[in-house]
């Protein structure tokens, strides 16, 4: 593959001021780094106005929670656990009564996730507010070891403060990280974006697909008006171009929208969504490409986005 001799690196997600220096998936339940080789440029969040996302974290101290404890069924909470580890993998998780959420950037600051899930994905939540923090890949390990429907149990051990991990008659004791030691989350900024199609999982991963074929960036584009949200890809040589319309996608606002990115980052956040889950694109004009969908039967919600390149 090879990359266009003309884009230049992706810019960088907007961070808080209070970032702390701080130490990835496929359809398996391992992580793998993210991390791009291009160097990146030093930009705000590109393009235009945008206003800022008040955050559910903000309120939540960063100290662990004085109680905790949960049941969950594992294939919610491996769905939970394989996009964050897609592009971290350690995570401020921010609990209250009402659930948990979890805010993170990628080391290159090129792709962000912003997952809610309420108490009612649980098969029982209490809880009182607070922090913890966690390696989300030693998390995975005894995660991994249940069957979808196993019903896990978590809940922090006030003694040593680990967190207990039962799960099949196996019991796990995680130790937790110091919270302010982990990258604070970034900036959640809001865009009024032009172009907004729901797209089936499988139709964006096929175009995923396609633009692999030949090279190493892809260009995601709409036309004001128009019918089909157009993949393409060009290599040295080759070119893949695929439209997906008609019963891949409903369209909710058509407008002009083109945008580069990065493949290597779009690959691993797609082959981390669902099957069949249903995915609502917002696009502009060389804006972030910023993609949301439900998780825990509409008991959740996650808010992924990612940088694009920069074309002179």
Do not use: W
Request: some cysteine.
């Amino acid at each position: 593959m090879s990359t266009e001799p003309d884009s230049e690196p992706e810019p960088e997600i907007e961070q808080s001021d209070t970032e702390h220096t701080a130490p990835s998936d496929d359809e398996s339940e391992h992580g793998e780094s993210t991390t791009d080789n291009h160097p990146e440029s030093k930009t705000d969040t590109p393009n235009g106005d945008s206003a800022e996302k008040a955050s559910p974290v903000d309120d939540v101290p960063d100290e662990p929670p004085t109680s905790f404890r949960a049941a969950i069924r594992a294939s919610r909470l491996k769905t939970v656990l394989s996009p964050l580890r897609a592009l971290v993998d350690e995570a401020r998780v921010r609990i209250t009564e009402d659930g948990l959420t979890v805010r993170a950037v990628d080391s290159a600051n090129v792709a962000m996730d912003d997952l809610e899930l309420g108490a009612a994905a649980f098969e029982s939540f209490e809880a009182s507010p607070g922090t913890l923090g966690l390696d989300l890949d030693r998390l995975a390990d005894p995660v991994g070891l249940a069957s979808k429907n196993d019903l896990i149990q978590l809940y922090l051990d006030p003694e040593s403060g680990k967190l207990i991990v039962l799960v099949d008659g196996l019991r796990y004791s995680l130790a937790c990280l110091d919270a302010t030691t982990i990258r604070a989350e970034p900036t959640l900024p809001e865009f009024d974006l032009p172009a907004t199609v729901n797209v089936n999982r499988e139709a964006l991963q096929r175009g995923v697909k396609a633009a692999d074929l030949v090279a190493d960036h892809i260009r995601i584009r709409m036309e004001d008006g128009g019918e089909a949200l157009v993949v393409k890809a060009e290599g040295d040589t080759d070119t893949v171009t695929l439209e997906l319309d008609g019963d891949d996608i409903d369209i909710v606002t058509a407008g002009d929208a083109s945008a580069l990115f990065s493949l290597d980052y779009l690959k691993k956040l797609v082959r981390t969504i669902p099957k069949g889950t249903t995915v609502t694109i917002d696009l502009g004009e060389s804006f972030p490409l910023i993609l949301s969908y439900a998780l825990a039967e509409g008991e959740g919600t996650i808010t992924r986005m990612l940088a694009p390149r920069i074309e002179t």
